[in-house]
């Protein structure tokens, strides 16, 4: 199958924390051939990255506690548990934001970072492509509250073992798809990790 989009017509709807823009387009069918003009609202534009925080020598993770809009009506209102993250800036590298974000949110230094991969946090409404890590950190040092005020933010600090991290996740008390895929990850990569970041 060829691939093809073409984009009629771009509508920019709205611009505060988020931009909104409708979109009519065409694009290419499976069966051949072309749609017929759609309209589609887009969320603009995001590219974030994130890291799960771990010390290997603890066989710790550390994770914030923080407000989200998305979650208002879910479980404990809008408080959600999740690793460290933040917005790109343009020209910003994806390991700078993790490691500016460790500091900001978590009062936490990333001694190493090891690449998880990247994943569009929600292609049906956003323009927001994740790029996700694993961060070693010493979690003795990690607590309390963090944030940057002028940003509205207000972290709180949770240290977990791994395997209380396991049992939240299955739970239901950690939901967010970063907290998910990076802990699934570390499951996958724990031992290793042990190894390399334990010397």
Avoid at 65 to 87: D, N, S, Y
Avoid at 101 to 126: F, K, Q, V
Avoid at 169 to 181: E, F, K, P, Q, V
Wanted: aromatic share 8%; glycine share 10%.
């Amino acid at each position: 199958m060829k691939y093809a989009l073409e984009v009629i017509a771009r509508e920019r709807c709205f611009i505060g924390f988020l931009g909104l823009v409708r979109y009519r387009l065409r694009h290419s069918l499976f069966g051949g051939g072309w749609s017929p003009i759609i309209e589609r609202e887009r969320i603009e534009y995001l590219n974030s990255a994130a890291a799960i925080l771990y010390d290997a020598v603890r066989d710790q993770i550390v994770m914030v506690e923080q407000f989200r809009i998305g979650a208002l009506e879910h479980g404990r209102g809008a408080w959600t548990l999740e690793p460290v993250g933040g917005v790109l800036e343009p020209g910003e590298d994806a390991s700078e934001v993790v490691q500016r974000e460790a500091m900001e949110e978590a009062g936490c230094e990333i001694l190493d970072l090891e690449p998880i991969g990247a994943y569009h946090a929600s292609p049906g409404t956003m323009a927001d492509r994740i790029r996700l890590f694993c961060g070693r950190v010493d979690a003795a040092r990690a607590g309390g509250i963090h944030g940057l005020r002028e940003e509205g933010e207000d972290t709180r600090v949770t240290v977990l073992d791994t395997e209380q991290a396991i049992r939240e996740l299955y739970s239901g008390r950690i939901d967010t798809a970063a907290a998910i895929i990076a802990i699934q990850w570390l499951l996958m990569n724990r031992d290793r990790l042990r190894v390399k970041w334990n010397r």
